[in-house]
């Protein structure tokens, strides 16, 4: 469970019975006492048995609203309609382009989501999308943004290591992460101190290891694999700048994270990044795919730190009027409250 979902039902804890669903062992240590938690047959509840389990469950307790997201989101809005949940909400935080587009698995998302009198998106980008692609209508889609705690009051004190620009997602084509290793290359021939550290796993590593040879950059960049949370935002901390170079993104959660803890973005021009970075205010954006003009814009953050400081201080105040967990859960309750 994040940070956001904790505090929502922790939130909701105090007027209403709540039940969390999850498959997280540790889950319980985050919610409030009052709070029910269940647990889902399978690690995923896609199996015939989760959804005979949580068809009881919701005779059981006869909830006024079920909020699903992610995986739970079929059962949760199947179960919901067959039981007349009155309030059947649907949380969708990422893009159809992430899964296969085959026609079935499309038509069978656009079925599930009739089911809901409410979706959730995480952007204008994700809404439009789920307009688009599961033909729901507009009027349906309400806009709330990802939100993660302010941790830049709670981290250790760490100095800013200018020569670290820091990466952290998926190793997938979607991601970019070519184009940043291009734009890396030209950096240096000005900044030949920086170096690149790159946190996640994914398929795409020995094809990404095998262009960091053939660019030279072998002494420049770590393959650092999957790290804990903690250990990506002490990263982030102390990384001059974070890059989030993807195709295309529902939202951009490592935005957030990195402005939380007062850390430089650049990131592309396109679907949630723009709706979260203001150019040249909050941070920077370049155009998707274009190496060479993030290069420009990272040259231009290491020949002026003045500017560079300014847009990590604008980010963490953008970040903490819109994006700060407690601030979003108190204004979203009122909107659920209202709802239901």
């Known amino acids: 469970m ?6 929502l039902a922790n939130t909701f804890s105090k007027k209403y019975k709540v039940l969390v669903f999850t498959d997280v062992k540790t889950a319980q240590n985050a919610l409030s006492r009052d709070v029910i938690v269940k647990y889902w047959p399978s690690g995923r509840p896609t199996q015939v048995k989760d959804f005979i389990f949580f068809y009881k469950e919701i005779r059981k307790f006869k909830p006024s609203m079920c909020i699903s997201v992610f995986g739970a989101v079929n059962v949760f809005l199947i179960i919901s309609f067959i039981t007349r949940v009155k309030a059947r909400i649907a949380w969708v935080r990422t893009l159809s382009t992430q899964f296969p587009q085959r026609k079935i698995l499309l038509c069978r998302k656009a079925l599930v989501y009739k089911f809901a009198t409410k979706i959730i998106a995480n952007s204008k980008a994700t809404k439009f999308d789920v307009s688009d692609k599961y033909f729901v209508n507009k009027n349906k889609i309400n806009v709330i943004p990802n939100a993660v705690r302010d941790y830049n009051s709670v981290l250790p004190e760490i100095k800013t290591d200018r020569n670290k620009i820091v990466y952290i997602g998926r190793l997938h084509p979607s991601k970019g992460v070519d184009v940043l290793l291009r734009a890396l290359a030209i950096l240096i021939k000005t900044s030949p101190h920086v170096n690149l550290d790159i946190i996640g796993a994914g398929s795409m590593r020995s094809e990404l290891e095998l262009l960091v040879d053939d660019l030279k950059l072998k002494n420049r960049v770590s393959f650092l694999g999957a790290k804990s949370k903690n250990e ?10 974070s890059v989030v170079p993807s195709y295309s993104e529902a939202f951009g959660f490592t935005v957030i994270e990195a402005m939380s803890v007062g850390t430089c973005v650049i990131g592309t021009n396109n679907t949630g990044i723009k709706e979260t970075i203001q150019d040249n205010k909050t941070g920077l954006l370049f155009e998707t795919g274009d190496h060479e003009m993030l290069a420009e814009k990272l040259r231009h953050i290491y020949s002026n730190q003045n500017f560079r400081d300014k847009l990590a201080l604008n980010g963490y105040r ?7 967990v407690s601030e979003r859960v108190k204004q979203d309750f009122i909107f659920f409250e209202d709802y239901m």
């Open 232 to 241: 990506v935002l002490t990263c982030l901390r102390g990384a001059y700048c």
């Open 318 to 324: 953008s970040f903490l009027k819109f994006y700060e």
């Open 2 to 7: 994040s940070d956001y979902f904790t505090d």
